[in-house]
């Protein structure tokens, strides 16, 4: 378990990381969201004991992070860490005995990372030749090689088109049906979505929102409630029940109702008011949480 209590970070003058606290299950997969400047980068430095924290405590199953500790885990940074000149075999494997391997487990874990992401063909090619997405599946190789008991993965879909985003999604599956604990970030809210058991919202450097995706949809305040056809009576319908006109298309029209409102009775009001051929209400998406919980409102009712 991966636990952060109350952790701050300075840069000089700049709080980057303000009191920031969650915990991460065995096994699961946590997604840090937040936009640019947000702390992500920097709360997951810490993790990983690059940067101390200022104040707080970061614990692995009861431990502080040392080198030790260290070398169990695993880390994508947003940035390409490879060596240009070097193979794409030779790095993998190197990666892998700075983290303890033997060279013919290194060896034989290569090739069985290598066929999974697909770059077997590009073994003997300097990383420098290769795309930006294969890149990123050899930055994957070197992360994941000695089966981490945490791999921290910075902005990994970036710049990536579909197929190699998919494969990296496959990959962090295959990494938590071993036992692999994730926390990533992200900036891509489908792919994230998919993949995190749980999520924390940060913006300014503090938690704005935490939890799973049903609890955080229990929290959120609306829900999207698409209707049609688009008459007088039934706009008065919504217009009685306090509801916001959110949008409107060819086939129906769109009102944020109150999530403890009645749907019920308000499908009934609307289907008295006239023949309703459309009538659904909606969760709140990933996307909607994340841009409410970084608005202008500290924390906004997302956590507590």
Same mark, same amino acid.
């Not at 008459?231 to 009685?240: L, Q």
């Not at 298309?249 to 009934?268: G, K, M, Q």
């Not at 994340?290 to 500290?298: H, K, S, W």
């Given at each position: 378990?991966?636990?952060?209590?109350?952790?701050?970070?300075?840069?000089?003058?700049?709080?980057?990381?303000?009191?920031?606290?969650?915990?991460?299950?065995?096994?699961?997969?946590?997604?840090?969201?937040?936009?640019?400047?947000?702390?992500?980068?920097?709360?997951?430095?810490?993790?990983?004991?690059?940067?101390?924290?200022?104040?707080?405590? !970061?614990?692995?199953?009861?431990?502080? /992070?040392?080198?030790?500790?260290? %070398?169990?885990? +695993?880390? *994508? #940074? &947003?940035? @390409?860490?490879?060596?240009?000149?070097?193979?794409?075999?030779?790095?993998?494997?190197?990666?892998?005995?700075?983290?303890?391997?033997?060279?013919?487990?290194?060896?034989?874990?290569?090739?069985?990372?290598?066929?999974?992401?697909?770059?077997?063909?590009?073994?003997?090619?300097?990383?420098?030749?290769?795309?930006?997405?294969?890149?990123?599946?050899?930055?994957?190789?070197?992360?994941?090689?000695?089966?981490?008991?945490?791999?921290?993965?910075?902005?990994?879909?970036?710049?990536?088109?579909?197929?190699?985003?998919?494969?990296?999604?496959?990959?962090?599956?295959?990494?938590?049906?071993?036992?692999?604990?994730?926390?990533?970030?992200?900036?891509?809210?489908?792919?994230?979505?998919? !993949?995190?058991?749980?999520?924390?919202? /940060?913006?300014?450097?503090?938690? %704005?929102?935490? +939890?799973? *995706? #049903? &609890?955080? @949809?229990?929290?959120?305040?609306?829900?999207?409630?698409?209707?049609?056809?688009?008459?007088?009576?039934?706009?008065?319908?919504?217009?009685?029940?306090?509801?916001?006109?959110?949008?409107?298309?060819?086939?129906?029209?769109?009102?944020?109702?109150?999530?403890?409102?009645?749907?019920?009775?308000?499908?009934?009001?609307?289907?008295?008011?006239?023949?309703?051929?459309?009538?659904?209400?909606?969760?709140?998406?990933?996307?909607?949480?994340?841009?409410?919980?970084?608005?202008?409102?500290?924390?906004?009712?997302?956590?507590?």
């Amino acid at each position: 378990m991966l636990v952060l209590d109350r952790v701050t970070r300075s840069f000089g003058g700049v709080r980057a990381v303000r009191g920031v606290s969650f915990t991460v299950s065995t096994g699961g997969v946590y997604g840090l969201l937040g936009p640019n400047g947000a702390g992500k980068t920097t709360t997951m430095r810490m993790i990983l004991g690059i940067y101390p924290p200022d104040s707080g405590t !970061i614990s692995w199953n009861g431990h502080p /992070v040392d080198a030790a500790l260290r %070398r169990r885990f +695993g880390y *994508l #940074p &947003e940035e @390409r860490g490879l060596y240009g000149r070097m193979r794409v075999r030779e790095q993998i494997v190197y990666f892998g005995r700075l983290h303890g391997l033997t060279h013919a487990d290194a060896n034989r874990r290569c090739d069985e990372w290598m066929d999974r992401l697909d770059i077997a063909q590009y073994a003997r090619r300097a990383c420098s030749e290769l795309s930006k997405g294969n890149q990123q599946k050899v930055q994957m190789a070197c992360a994941s090689l000695h089966d981490p008991e945490l791999l921290i993965l910075d902005e990994p879909f970036s710049g990536l088109d579909p197929l190699n985003a998919e494969a990296l999604l496959r990959a962090m599956q295959a990494l938590r049906e071993r036992g692999t604990t994730l926390v990533l970030s992200s900036h891509q809210m489908w792919q994230i979505e998919r !993949i995190c058991t749980e999520f924390c919202v /940060v913006a300014g450097g503090e938690v %704005r929102a935490r +939890g799973t *995706l #049903p &609890e955080l @949809r229990r929290a959120f305040p609306t829900r999207t409630v698409r209707v049609s056809p688009d008459t007088p009576e039934i706009r008065a319908v919504f217009r009685r029940a306090g509801a916001a006109e959110q949008s409107a298309d060819d086939e129906a029209l769109a009102y944020a109702v109150s999530a403890d409102a009645d749907f019920s009775a308000l499908l009934r009001e609307v289907v008295a008011a006239g023949p309703v051929t459309t009538f659904d209400r909606a969760e709140p998406s990933l996307s909607e949480i994340y841009v409410r919980a970084v608005g202008d409102q500290p924390n906004d009712g997302l956590v507590e």
